[in-house]
């Protein structure tokens, strides 16, 4: 049995808003797992589990490019949000995606290998920025749009970034698309685009949540629903979250009389592709434990 710690609990109150003590529950039933635990809690909690999943867990910037028909989405991480506003780091970031755009590199590591300013490379100039700042700082991804078709993004504050590649004569549309996504941040453009371990994770979600109101029934000596019922009721629930997930069936954040499908058809236009970064998404930041610091603090003062 994983140890479970005040920090993992508070980890994932952090992420769930769901209660101290549930989250413990939910972590020991879990062993330690985080992710499982998460899955506890929402069969559990229903959607409060899930409101607050998306907080960012680090700092940094996403920045943008567009140069024609190409153009360059870049993620650029820092330690702290103070250095994220710092405009030699605005640069870093800035500089990034102009060379994503123009130079094409192959991955990462390609990209810091290219000359970027004075002659040195971009690796360089992140280098002596992080002497100068005295924190650290990383590229963590990007990602490279040449297309045929139209491009435009989308920055909401430096935190979150879209870029959309669509066909279509009114410019507006696609900046309304690129900040829809900002907003309601789709998987996907369609359901069918939608990745399948998403999808089983949805249905084991929902089976669990069958599985307790079976129980439950059981206990309270109601009869249980047939299984045809069960059944029809977690496709229900798949389809439902295949609505919310995927961009095409979204309803359009300016106008939600309107599918995001509708919204184009109307204007003629067609979305081929887009990306979306969130700041931090998927890296764990350091919790400091400042309750147990200070406790150490105080023994230490009383052993002096």
């Excluded at 360089?124 to 924190?135: C, D, F, M, Q």
């Excluded at 000596?221 to 009721?233: E, L, S, W, Y």
């Amino acid at each position: 049995m994983a140890a479970i710690t005040a920090a993992m609990v508070g980890e994932l109150r952090a992420k769930t808003d769901a209660p101290m003590m549930e989250c413990k529950k939910a972590l020991t039933e879990a062993d330690g797992d985080m992710g499982r635990a998460e899955e506890i809690l929402r069969v559990k909690l229903g959607g409060k589990a899930g409101k607050a999943a998306s907080r960012i867990t680090a700092e940094g910037v996403v920045a943008t490019y567009i140069a024609g028909g190409v153009g360059a989405l870049v993620e650029v991480n820092s330690e702290t949000d103070f250095v994220a506003k710092n405009d030699d780091f605005l640069a870093l970031a800035n500089t990034a995606a102009r060379l994503v755009a123009e130079k094409n590199p192959a991955d990462v590591a390609a990209l810091l290998a290219l000359p970027a300013a004075d002659g040195k490379t971009l690796d360089e100039v992140r280098s002596a920025l992080i002497g100068k700042i005295g924190e650290n700082m990383s590229i963590r991804r990007f990602q490279r749009f040449e297309t045929t078709a139209k491009l435009a993004s989308y920055l909401h504050g430096t935190r979150i970034g879209v870029m959309v590649e669509f066909d279509g004569a009114d410019e507006q549309v696609g900046k309304d698309v690129a900040m829809h996504i900002a907003a309601m941040k789709p998987v996907a453009l369609s359901s069918e685009q939608v990745p399948a371990e998403l999808i089983e994770k949805e249905r084991s979600v929902a089976k669990l949540k069958a599985d307790e109101d079976a129980a439950a029934a059981v206990a309270a000596g109601k009869p249980v629903q047939p299984a045809d019922i069960v059944a029809k009721r977690l496709e229900g629930s798949v389809q439902k979250y295949l609505k919310e997930v995927s961009l095409l069936n979204q309803a359009f954040v300016k106008n939600d009389k309107q599918s995001i499908e509708q919204m184009l058809k109307e204007k003629s236009t067609t979305v081929k592709a887009f990306t979306m970064y969130v700041v931090g998404e998927g890296i764990e930041k350091k919790v400091d434990d400042f309750a147990a610091e200070v406790a150490a603090q105080m023994a230490a003062s009383k052993g002096a």
